[in-house]
Antibody, heavy 120, light 108 residues
Framework: QVQLQESGPGLVKPSETLSLSCTVS????????WSWIRQTPGSGLEWIGY???????NYHPSLKSRVTISADTSKNQFSLNLNSVTAADTAVYYC??????????????WGQGTLVTVSS | SSDLTQDPAVSVALGQTVRITCQGD??????ATWYQQKPGRAPLLVIY???NRPSGIPDRFSGSNSGNTASLTITGAQAEDEADYYC???????????FGGGTKLTVL
């Protein structure tokens, strides 16, 4: 059973960088795709991007200029960095496994989520 | 188009059948996946591909697709099915993923 656990600060100041890590157990980040998804009360769920097992990344167009997703294979972790944050980036952030088989895809394992608030 | 549209709220009487719909151009190219979310919990995958359920999801949940519309049907809704339901699919114009705005299901 794959399990994911987010970690990182719950409070970030405006204009600074939001940094979260996700520790994966029961699976390896050297296979599959590993995503970040966030949820805000007003805007629902938003896919942020993924890191593939080959190390390739793919980001949502609206966030592409501010996002980096990277991996630490020695720790079986992947991380999210979102810079120049504003209050609009306040959300619950989930790390999620994305399974892709041809045209079929699904976010099949989710972390519990971590609330990040952007405020001074 | 990069939008998936869902009705904000739907209600169903206990034991009856309810259909939750999702509309969007990308659904002409990709099947929808459906997620159930209860308060304070992470979303849970309930339907993927044409009409497949992950292990542990009751068979009262089913999915279907026609044109630009995907549907999640719950046959014989139970009290524990009261939750928010989100559809998702791959954007047909780009390699990224979309979510609908969610449908709040109330079981009466």
């Amino acid at each position: 059973q794959v399990q994911l656990q987010e970690s990182g600060p719950g409070l970030v100041k405006p204009s600074e960088t939001l940094s979260l890590s996700c520790t994966v157990s029961g699976g390896s980040i050297t296979s599959d795709y590993w995503s970040w998804i966030r949820q805000t009360p007003g805007s629902g769920l938003e896919w942020i991007g993924y890191l593939s097992y080959t190390g390739r990344t793919n980001y949502h167009p609206s966030l592409k200029s501010r996002v980096t997703i990277s991996a630490d294979t020695s720790k079986n972790q992947f991380s999210l960095n979102l810079n120049s944050v504003t209050a609009a980036d306040t959300a619950v952030y989930y790390c999620v496994r994305l399974t892709i088989v041809g045209a079929i895809s699904a976010f099949d394992y989710w972390g519990q989520g971590t609330l990040v608030t952007v405020s001074s | 188009s990069s939008d998936l549209t869902q009705d904000p709220a739907v209600s169903v009487a206990l034991g009856q059948t309810v259909r939750i719909t999702c509309q969007g151009d990308s659904l002409r190219s990709y099947y929808a996946t459906w997620y159930q979310q209860k308060p304070g919990r992470a979303p849970l995958l309930v339907i993927y591909d044409k009409n497949n359920r992950p292990s542990g999801i009751p068979d009262r949940f089913s999915g279907s697709n026609s044109g630009n519309t995907a549907s999640l049907t719950i046959t014989g809704a139970q009290a524990e099915d009261e939750a928010d339901y989100y559809c998702s699919c791959r954007d047909n114009n780009a390699n990224h993923w979309l979510f609908g705005g969610g449908t709040k299901l109330t079981v009466l």
